[in-house]
């Protein structure tokens, strides 16, 4: 037997790990270190009240064989389905059928199980820097090339920089598919409406696809698009996945859904236009069993009105810290982007990102994450959380203001 050869060009699981190695260095070291750790990727608040009420009395139903469920329906429940239609989409404009949601246990879940609905010689785009997934989902499946000199030999990076403010150009060669995240991970910034047209036009001119990862939607309060459906024409080009991991803090829990309209399709071996929907129908029917009863009840409360204020004020917590981490950020002179519309702050870094990563970590004992690991266009950037408490966050600004 020989293994996924893909596998083997993989880089290691460089950044986090790194970053862990060399936290646990220096506390070694310096065992008096009061490490604050603003490189958190995952949400610390607890749940909202009216989730979990509706998760213990989910759990309560499985007690009695009148209530009790078994495997849930492959593509969800309707009472979550419908739920996701009318009080996410419909407020915005966006009508979508029952079938064209899918309840999954999670958005990287999805993210990375996508490709498998594209030609194994599909030709990927990505914005750089990149949350990983995209890249090594399809790394794995050898749609990529070698990885040489930190790139993938046969991927297409967008990059978003200071230069251009963030704002990708859509590819100059040739892609089938092109994966966008608005707002951000890890730059924190977000396209308007007007920024996205381009992309769906591309893809509508070239027969690609868009898989757009809305994960950070209800951080947006500036005037963007919370779906990509909200720009003219992406409804035959994109495939939308969001998630309650940051929306409603169900890291720990699982929930998910994603979007494929009827009217996206690609080619099939006959030059027919086959619907990707129909493809996922298909594949969940046979990879996927379905998310548990009590997550889905507890996914269905995060859009009642108690759940939307409920989560709404946990978001808004994260929010403050973003706001705060940027404005001191400034005051002491970096160049700040994101942390408007997402958990995240990206600064510019007068040394390398590795660098500044030691520098923080020695002289502030403060924890980020250096840009280099999410892509070429990384370096010399380096990401902040808002995912600590408003403490931590505004003790460890201090002490950057300090240096
Ligand atoms: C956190 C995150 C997700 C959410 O993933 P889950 O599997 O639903 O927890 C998706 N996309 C991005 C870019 C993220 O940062």
Redesign the pocket.
Known sequence: MHVNPNFEKLPGNYLFAEVARRVKAYSAAHPEADILKLGI??VTQPLAPCVVAALKKAADEMLSSATFHGYSPDYGYDFLIDAIREKDYAPRGVRLAADEVFI????????SAIQELFAADARIAVTDPV?P?YVDSNAMAGRLGDFLDGRWTRLTYLPCNAENGFVPSPPTEPADVIYL?YP???TGTTLTAAQLKPFVEYARKHGAVIVY?A??KAFISSDVPHSIYEVEGAREVAIE??????TAG??GV???YTVIPHEVTGLGASGQQVELNALWKRRMGSKFNGVSYPVQRAAEAVFTPEGQKQCGETVAYYKKNAALIRSELAAAGYAVFGGVDAPYVWLKTPVDSWRFFDRLLDEAHVVGTPGAGFGPSGEGYFRLTAFNTYEKTAEALRRIRGL
């Open positions: 990727g995952d999954s246990d999670g958005a990287k879940t999805d993210t949350y997934v995240c951000n991970n890890p990862d994960a950070y996945c969001c998630s309650f991991s940051k169900f890291t699982r929930c998910a």
